[in-house]
Every structure is written in structure tokens, then in C-alpha cells.
């Protein structure tokens, strides 16, 4: 018997995840489900975690495939060879397209195209939008023509209120399964040294080098402040492309100590201010917090899905800038707060640090924020019960 041949396009950190987790889910429903995968951009590490087939070579482009936030990246990009390597992945794509029984796209108007030229049945999950940020979906033309087609099967949310709107306008195929990042959100029992009576801060500075390094330097100025005003738990959480040798000269340059492993520290006015970090611990570290100091993607809207609040400062970029984090708050809501506009402005250090002391002190907050994180990423559950609608389709 031929095993059924499924293409999973992505575009992005978050969305080869979220496809990760989908494609994950598809195998251990059937055995006769053969999977391959095309990065789109960056390389495309969840896929090669579980040792899933790349149709394509990937390349890492200096915007990370965030340009529209700034287009002077796009303009990087474009003199790292945006437009060959553009050409090569279309090219390949329609190859390799023709044995596919079934494209999934995942992301947003890139991979939904690139699966609509194709010309196989496809599913889309438009991960990287939602009407949160307007009231009402805003798709370019493109998009919503590849997914008005009949070879689109399912569109598949990352919320219920952006399926609900666009069934509303009449894409009755639209539908909210839940949202996959939240399943990798399984706590280790990794021990993290913590006491029972201080609040935890979680440090999630990104996952973009070098942007998480400067963003675990803001983030480290908050800490010292908070440090003289009570006593909590720092925990950084960080991806593994973070070295120990960066985190040394990162320390060297703040006037900080770093002791292998993954340990900062800083004396002054007669403490010590500690703070943790470990590459292995996300999900114990979202765990046991109290609250997040983010300045990511994807891993606040999983700060925001287990019901705790987020507070965000604005960076330098590419990524985190206060532009991205206003368009964050309003996707996540209400438990999502940014302090200032500016990286630049010493004074969101201190208005930060206040506010964090402020937010673990309001009970009615903190009770709004898990009401909230249901309704705007949902709980657990959505890698199977996507998979189980793209194996119908099969």
C-alpha cells in the first residue's frame, strides 16, 4: 500500500513549531502518513529535531522573516540573496509537489501562495494573523483568494473569534481546533532552586541572536531594580544558540559576574542579585512563574495560554520593537502590559519594576489574566485535533 505523502511549508520560528507539533501529531495517528517539510525561512531547527525531511536547503536571513516590521530589513535581505534563494524554493516546490497527496501551509500570505501554486489540495493555518489586532481579519488579496480556492480543504485559527469572523464572511471551511504551541508546555520536573515564598520572574528574551542578548541586557536592568524593592526569583530561559561565552562577555560588559553554569550575578549596596539561566527548562520555568518579562513571540503567547501576566519593554529590533510589542497586546490583551516606547529611556527600568510589583499585588488581575489566556490562545490539545481533520482529508 502507498503511504500518503503530506508536505508541511512554513515560514518562521513560531510556525515550524506550531507545523512541527501538527506533523508530529499526523504521524502517531497512521503510520501510513509520509511526512517532508520546507522551512521557508531560518533553518527550520523543530523539523530537524524530530529528523523530519527537508525538501530544500534553508538559509537565515537578517530580518528572520520580520521585514514587515521594519522595511529596512527587507533590503538586507534582499543583498543576502532573498530573491535567489526565492526562486530555488519555488522551483523545487514544484519538483517535489507533484507526489504530494496533501500541502499544509502554515504562516501567513508566503507559504499559503507557495502552496496554492502547487496546484495539490492543500490546508492552510494562518498562524500569523488574527482579528484580536482590529476587530476583523485583514487578509491581503493573495491570501484570501488561495484560501477562497476549492483546493483549500480547511483554514484552520489560532483563535476562535478569528474563525468565528471569517465563517461570518462567509468562509464556512474556517476553523479554530486549538493552537498547538501550547502542547509543548509539559513541565520536566526540572529542579530550578527555588524557594517558597518569593515571587518568580521568567526572563525570556528571544530567540534571535543578536537581539536576545541585547534584550537579556534590558531585561537585566529591571532586575536590579526589583532586587531593592522586595525579593524575587529570576530564571532566564534560553535557547541553545545562546553560548556561555556570550553570556560571559554579556556580564563582562554590564559590570556583572557570570559562573558556568548559567549563573549572573551582581553586588551592590551589600546584596547579591542572582539570576538563573538554563537552556532545557522553558516549560518548567513558564510553570512555576508568577509572572514574564517578555520580550519574544511565540513564547509570550505561552505565558499568555497558561493564564499569567506579561510585561514587555521595547527594543531595539529586528524583531522586538515597541511596534511589534503594541501589536502584541492587542492579539494577547489584557495580560499583556509594555512599559515605555523607547529601549533608550532609563526611566522604563524603574516604571517596569514598579509595575511588576503592582501586578502580583492585584488578585482581580491576575484572576482577569487566566480568563483571558483562555479565550485569546486556549489550552492544550490543538496538534491532535488539527491532525485528526488534515487525516480526514487523507
Excluded at 512554513?10 to 517539510?37: C, M, T, W, Y
Excluded at 511589534?324 to 492579539?331: G, I, K, P, S
Aim: proline fraction near 6%.
Amino acid at each position: 500500500m502507498l503511504k500518503k505523502q503530506v508536505l508541511f511549508i512554513s515560514n518562521g520560528h513560531g510556525e515550524d513549531l506550531n507545523a512541527s507539533l501538527i506533523l508530529q501529531a499526523l504521524v502517531k495517528i497512521s503510520p501510513k502518513f509520509r511526512v517532508s517539510a520546507m522551512p521557508l525561512v531560518g533553518k527550520g531547527n523543530p523539523y530537524r529535531r524530530l529528523g523530519v525531511d527537508l525538501i530544500t536547503q534553508t538559509q537565515t536571513l537578517p530580518s528572520g522573516g520580520i521585514f514587515y516590521m521594519n522595511p529596512l530589513t527587507l533590503l538586507q535581505d534582499l543583498s543576502a540573496g532573498l530573491i535567489k534563494l526565492t526562486i530555488e524554493q519555488i522551483r523545487t516546490l514544484l519538483n517535489y509537489s507533484p507526489q504530494c497527496d496533501l500541502i499544509v501551509a502554515v504562516g501567513d500570505i508566503f507559504p499559503i501562495t507557495m502552496a496554492y501554486i502547487t496546484g495539490r489540495p492543500y490546508v492552510a493555518f494562518i498562524v500569523s494573523t488574527s482579528s484580536f489586532y482590529e476587530g476583523k481579519i485583514r487578509l491581503p488579496l493573495i491570501t484570501e483568494w488561495c484560501l477562497r480556492s476549492r483546493r483549500c480543504l480547511a483554514v484552520f485559527t489560532r483563535d476562535s473569534f478569528t474563525a468565528k469572523d471569517l465563517q461570518k464572511r462567509g468562509m464556512k471551511k474556517a476553523i479554530f481546533a486549538g493552537y498547538p504551541i501550547m502542547d509543548v508546555l509539559t513541565p520536566t520536573g526540572q529542579d530550578l532552586g527555588l524557594k517558597p515564598n518569593s515571587p518568580v520572574i521568567a526572563l525570556l528574551p528571544g530567540s534571535r541572536l543578536p537581539e536576545a542578548l541585547d534584550n537579556l541586557t534590558l531585561q537585566l536592568r529591571v532586575c536590579q531594580i526589583l532586587d531593592q524593592l522586595e525579593e524575587f526569583q529570576f530564571r532566564v530561559a534560553l535557547v541553545p544558540s545562546i553560548t556561555e561565552t556570550q553570556l560571559e562577555g554579556l556580564a563582562n560588559q554590564q559590570g556583572w559576574d557570570y559562573y558556568s553554569p548559567g549563573k549572573l550575578i551582581k553586588k551592590e549596596d551589600n546584596k547579591t542579585i542572582i539570576v538563573d539561566c538554563y537552556y532545557h527548562a522553558f516549560a518548567d520555568i513558564l510553570d512555576h512563574c508568577d509572572l514574564a518579562i517578555g520580550m519574544a513571540g511565540t513564547a509570550v503567547e505561552q505565558v499568555v495560554g497558561l493564564g499569567k501576566p506579561v510585561i514587555q519593554l521595547p527594543g531595539k529590533g529586528p524583531q522586538f520593537t515597541y511596534a511589534f510589542a503594541e501589536a502584541q497586546m492587542r492579539l494577547l490583551g489584557t495580560s499583556v502590559i509594555t512599559i515605555g516606547k523607547n529601549p533608550n529611556n532609563p526611566a522604563i527600568f524603574n516604571q517596569a519594576a514598579h509595575k511588576i510589583q503592582e501586578v502580583l499585588k492585584d488578585t482581580n488581575y491576575l484572576k482577569n489574566c487566566i480568563k483571558n489566556g483562555d479565550e485569546r490562545v486556549g489550552k492544550k490539545g490543538g496538534s491532535e485535533a488539527i491532525a485528526k481533520i488534515i487525516a480526514q482529508f487523507l
